[in-house]
Nanobody, 119 residues
Framework: VQLQASGGGLVQAGGSLRVSCAASGRTFSTLDMGWFRQAPGKEREFVANIVWSGKNTYYADSVKGRFTISRDNAKNTVYLQMNSLKPEDTASYYC?????????????WGQGTQVTVSS
């Protein structure tokens, strides 16, 4: 599976941003997908996960109620809508194929897309 993330940028605190991840190489509609993030000097952390059907989603407590993960299987794309952004959300955001809350459960990774939230 090849994953290509895009949509990062600079946004003010309280603003919104949507990042996308386009997949190719396997039947996307059968794959669980997730988003992780990593800030400088910190470990990569789980953000959200969505099952293959889109029926179930899971979030880190730090983003619950502010971020929404979704997917469009016809477009082979998974999205992360980020609202009410905070400076502590600043990180490189990575999409990955797998499940669970640990990075070890993910087998394929895209390159990161940088999200910077100014105060």
């Amino acid at each position: 599976v090849q994953l290509q993330a895009s949509g990062g940028g600079l946004v003010q605190a309280g603003g919104s941003l949507r990042v996308s991840c386009a997949a190719s190489g396997r039947t996307f509609s059968t794959l669980d997908m997730g988003w992780f993030r990593q800030a400088p000097g910190k470990e990569r952390e789980f953000v959200a996960n969505i099952v293959w059907s889109g029926k179930n989603t899971y979030y880190a407590d730090s983003v619950k109620g502010r971020f929404t993960i979704s997917r469009d299987n016809a477009k082979n794309t998974v999205y992360l809508q980020m609202n009410s952004l905070k400076p502590e959300d600043t990180a490189s955001y990575y999409c990955a194929q797998g499940n669970g809350r640990s990075w070890s459960g993910y087998h394929y990774w895209g390159q990161g897309t940088q999200v910077t939230v100014s105060s």
